[in-house]
């Protein structure tokens, strides 16, 4: 039955073999019988119940036929339809308006269809010589089949029960000859088996209609649904693109903002050196020269940090920024940082205090880091500090976590407002660029600082309260050195003994304006000075002047460079100490000058007094 069947509906309908169907049964084995049951339970009603009144109708009409065929069975005939069948039927029917019909409807039409067929069978066993019962049997079957909505499988049962109900009847009690009984068999059997194989087509189809749909909702509803995604996707990416475009239009902002800024800030200390300086070739007396050589200078030196802060930025966009690793004690760093801020104005008058918290003891404090990296990054936070803290204290310090170390300047100033505390880490970007003009700044500070301490593998972030302060946090991972690279000596700067008469300095400098400055520099030192043009004309002094107690040695210079020149010279006199003067914005110069052997080294351009502090510590180191 089943690869008849399916052979017989894959050829009329490609596909319809994916329904997954009982064969005998024909219900669905994948889980939709229930619902199908449903609904071919609704869609039948109207026509079950139609079928059921015709039929009473129908089954009582015939009545008509006894009064004239058999009018002395009448009674009997009667007592048959009105008594037996058509209340069966009515009943029926009657029960289709109650909600539990539907668990038994089958059942019921099934055994109404057995009952009409008996029904006729008892007329046909009173009646054996009659056709027109024979007729009647035959409507049952069809009415059965394809009128009532029985199922395939419940009008077969019930249709071959008929059959049976028949045959029984016809044998046993009708005494009517064997040929009319095989003669009646050839009908029934041929009505059964088209109504079987009709009544299976037809519910296979409907079934396959009920598939179909169901299928068909289905791909509806994934269409729908992707229609849906899609509908969002377009709208999530509408507000992407919307955002992205703010975002231009913001750092555009940023960008003219931060243009419009740096111009101030450069034309400002350029402002002042130049009038300054031409002020200075009118000045008066000693003290208004003074004054005004310190502006130009202090004018100078933010022209320099601003310039610097500039070329890191191109590096970090780039990204050429590179770490330059060596050991250091971390005390000393941070009392460099914090050295540069105790002749602060604020700190003269009283009004600020700095606080250095050192959490390592000395010798302990060794780690291995890019020293200016982190010196910067903490020059720019306490500048910072003091730039927005007009009383109170600000403190610098660190403290040792499992494995990095947590560092902080904290200070009691104006404090962020919670929604710009992210935004001050991005460049160009001053928390108060619009709205609080007084505070001079590029906005760079903080993006530097932030992308040095990623850079080194950590982590930085501020804390603060509007009014009360901020502390700017930052981590880097602790990681102990053994030996400082350049040795630290603390200088007194009251009693530094800068009386150098007894000494010789070599100035390796192919600039005579940087060696005019040195020159001046040192001339209270009284210090007795070789200059020496290029790396090979110091290194013929060295060899030809046994005199000379030390080498500032500048990197960049024709003939043979500063690296080379001091390799030959610690060859020569490995305990002559070599001091490079490196220019700030070269990241591999200071390992550069490690690796020729050189003993310290000063960025260029450097503080006279700088400069006055290291070669007294490198004459002290050598007594
Ligand atoms: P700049 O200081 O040149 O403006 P920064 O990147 O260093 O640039 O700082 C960005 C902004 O962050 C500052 O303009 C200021 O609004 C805010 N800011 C930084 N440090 C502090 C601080 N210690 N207290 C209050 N505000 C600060």
């Known amino acids: 039955m089943n690869s008849l069947a399916s052979s017989l509906f894959k050829q009329r309908h490609n596909g319809a073999e994916e329904i997954d169907l009982n064969p005998f049964t024909l219900a669905f084995r994948d889980g939709r019988e229930p619902e199908f049951l449903n609904n071919y339970f609704k869609d039948s009603l109207l026509q079950f119940r139609t079928a059921f009144l015709l039929l009473i109708l129908l089954y009582g009409g015939f009545g008509f036929l006894d009064s004239i065929i058999v009018p002395e069975l009448k009674q009997y005939f009667y007592?048959?339809?009105?008594?037996?069948v058509i209340p069966v039927f009515l009943s029926v029917f009657i029960l289709s308006f109650f909600p539990f019909f539907q668990k038994y409807w089958q059942s019921l039409l099934l055994i109404s269809f057995v009952i009409a067929g008996t029904g006729i069978t008892l007329m046909l066993v009173a009646e054996p010589e009659n056709y027109a019962?024979?007729?009647?049997?035959?409507?049952?079957?069809s009415a059965g089949y394809f009128f009532i909505k029985l199922r395939f499988f419940y009008a077969t049962i019930a249709g071959w029960l008929t059959v049976i109900?028949?045959?029984?009847g016809a044998i046993f009690f009708s005494g009517s000859d064997m040929e009319l009984i095989l003669n009646?068999?050839?009908f029934y059997v041929a009505a059964n088996l088209i109504g079987m194989f009709a009544a299976y087509n037809i519910e296979y189809f409907a079934?396959?209609?009920f598939y179909l749909n169901q299928e068909l909702d289905e791909r509806k509803a994934e269409v729908e649904h992707a229609n849906q995604t899609l509908e969002k996707k377009v709208q999530e990416r509408t507000a992407q693109l919307r955002k992205a475009k703010e975002q231009a239009e913001q750092s555009d902002k940023l960008k003219s903002a931060f243009l419009a800024n740096m111009s101030h800030e450069i034309r400002t200390p350029m402002n002042g050196i130049l009038g300054f300086s031409q002020l200075l070739l009118e000045a008066e007396n000693e003290e208004e020269r003074k004054e005004f050589v310190e502006i130009i200078n202090?004018?100078?030196?933010?022209?320099?940090?601003?310039?610097?802060d500039i070329i890191d930025l191109s590096k970090i966009e780039v990204g050429m920024l590179n770490i330059q690793n060596s050991e250091f004690s971390l005390n000393h760093l941070i009392e460099e940082a914090s050295v540069l801020f105790r002749n602060n104005s604020k700190v003269q008058e009283g009004k600020i205090k700095l606080n250095i918290y050192k959490s390592l003891e000395e010798g302990d404090d060794v780690i291995i880091a890019d020293r200016t990296r982190l010196k910067q990054i903490f020059i720019n936070l306490i500048s910072n500090a003091f730039k927005f803290t007009n009383k109170g204290m600000v403190e610098v310090g660190y403290v040792l976590r499992t494995h990095s170390l947590l560092c902080y300047v904290k200070d009691t100033g104006v404090g962020i407002k919670e929604e710009d505390q992210e935004d001050i880490f991005n460049r160009f970007m001053q928390a108060n660029l619009t709205h609080r003009p007084e505070f001079e700044g590029a906005g760079l500070g903080l993006a530097i600082s932030e992308a040095f301490v990623q850079l080194m593998g950590g982590k930085i972030w501020v804390d603060s309260t509007p009014g009360e302060g901020s502390t700017f946090n930052f981590t880097i991972p602790f990681q102990q050195g053994t030996q400082p690279l350049f040795k630290y000596l603390k200088v007194d700067n009251t009693t530094m003994d800068t009386n150098w008469n007894n000494k010789v300095i070599l100035v390796a400098e192919d600039v005579s304006t940087n060696y005019l400055l040195i020159k001046t520099a040192l001339k209270k030192t009284n210090v007795g000075l070789v200059w020496a043009k290029n790396g090979q004309e110091a290194v013929d002094e060295c060899r030809k002047d046994q005199q000379i107690d030390l080498v500032l040695m500048d990197v960049r210079m024709p003939v043979m460079d500063g690296y080379e020149a001091t390799r030959q010279i610690k060859k020569m006199r490995p305990g002559l100490p070599v001091i490079t003067q490196t220019s700030y914005a070269m990241d591999g110069d200071r390992e550069e000058s490690i690796r020729a052997g050189c003993d310290d080294y000063i960025s260029k351009p450097f503080e006279i007094k700088d400069l006055m502090e290291m070669i007294a510590r490198h004459f002290h180191l050598e007594k």
């Open 165 to 168: 109900v028949y045959n029984i």
């Open 184 to 186: 009646n068999n050839f």
């Open 298 to 308: 202090k004018n100078g030196m933010h022209l320099l940090s601003l310039i610097n």
């Open 207 to 209: 079934r396959r209609d």
């Open 79 to 84: 007592l048959i339809r009105f008594g037996i």
């Open 133 to 141: 019962y024979y007729g009647g049997m035959m409507l049952i079957f």
